[in-house]
Nanobody
Framework: QVQLVESGGGLVQAGGSLRLSCAAS????????MGWYRQAPGKQRELVAT???????SYADSVKGRFIISRDNAKNTVYLQMNSLKPEDTAVYFC???????????????WGQGTQVTVSS
């Protein structure tokens, strides 16, 4: 009923930039916080950044000052602008959203399928 579709990943040289997008579609009554997570090979999935419906943001220390999370509530879309990329940013990036699908329903957490970001040195 709800789908999150990421786009914008790819291969970039260290110091470069990429912009990820994640669009939510389907039976969405309301959406609260949205976020980006990443998982590198052999490592656990980790939080990168989150943004509330009121546009309050938080970031992992490793990306502060380099990444910017934003959202367009009218489009149910969250973005991640990644600047000054480093090889250690290489990972599969997943978007996440907390959504209610109907009035009076309960919040559920939804995930996208992931998009690969590779930063070469």
């Amino acid at each position: 009923q709800v789908q999150l579709v990421e786009s914008g990943g790819g291969l970039v040289q260290a110091g470069g930039s990429l912009r990820l997008s994640c669009a939510a579609s389907g039976s969405i009554f309301s959406m609260s916080s949205m976020g980006w997570y990443r998982q590198a090979p052999g490592k656990q999935r980790e939080l990168v950044a989150t943004i509330t419906s009121g546009h309050s943001t938080s970031y992992a220390d490793s990306v502060k000052g380099r990444f910017i999370i934003s959202r367009d509530n009218a489009k149910n879309t969250v973005y991640l602008q990644m600047n000054s990329l480093k090889p250690e940013d290489t990972a599969v990036y997943f978007c996440n959203a907390n959504i209610i699908t109907a009035f009076g329903g309960t919040w559920h957490s939804y995930w996208g399928q992931g998009t690969q970001v590779t930063v070469s040195s």
